[in-house]
């Protein structure tokens, strides 16, 4: 609910059990039940079977699906909008798009590194991200932070911005401080 009071267009629901933000289906079903109308709900998944994605669609009421990890021809037909999750290590992580821009609705574009999916805080080169959005919307991620959320809208503009370790106060704990912080700077921006 900090988020959304101070501003927040989506919240993310983490499904992946080897996070740090982990959230079951039913704490999250809860939460959402609760939610004011017009805030997107969006689903985290890594490399999770199709048919388990619409389970916890149909379980907790998501409205979006957020993919990671999944090969670049592995899209499923999904009854709601698909972010595709890329880490970008450099301009070649981009070459998967073309290939997939019809099957997604944005491209969630974060840092890669090799023993996470995502949420480390790392910033990747922006210039990349200028160039993916020829692929179509792309809602940036990857080390953004109050301190820096603005330059990034202003220089990337992004569709969307994606945060989660930049406004914590210790790994899977949000400091409602920084989320505002983020919020108001990225609106702002």
Request: proline content about 7%; hydrophobic content about 45%; some cysteine.
């Amino acid at each position: 609910m900090a988020a959304i009071d101070a501003g927040a267009d989506a919240l993310g629901f983490v499904f992946f059990p080897g996070s740090p933000r982990h959230v079951s289906y039913l704490d999250s079903a809860e939460i959402i039940r609760y939610l004011p109308p017009f805030v997107n709900t969006v689903g985290v998944f890594v490399d999770e079977d199709p048919d388990r994605i619409k389970e916890a669609i149909s379980l907790t009421g998501i409205n979006v699906v957020q993919l990671h990890s999944e090969g670049p021809l592995r899209i499923p037909a999904l009854p709601c909008p698909v972010i595709k999750a890329i880490r970008v290590k450099s301009l070649d992580s981009l070459d998967p798009l073309i290939n997939i821009k019809d099957a997604v609705s944005a491209f969630l574009l974060d840092t890669y590194t090799p023993d996470a999916f995502g949420g480390t805080g790392q910033i990747f080169n922006w210039e990349i991200a200028l160039e993916a959005k020829q692929f179509g919307r792309i809602v940036l991620a990857g080390g953004l932070t109050p301190e820096n959320v603005a330059e990034a809208v202003r220089r990337v503009k992004p569709y969307g911005v994606d945060v989660s370790s930049g406004v914590e106060a210790k790994k899977g704990r949000k400091d409602h401080k920084k989320l505002k912080l983020f919020i108001d700077r990225a609106k702002k921006a």
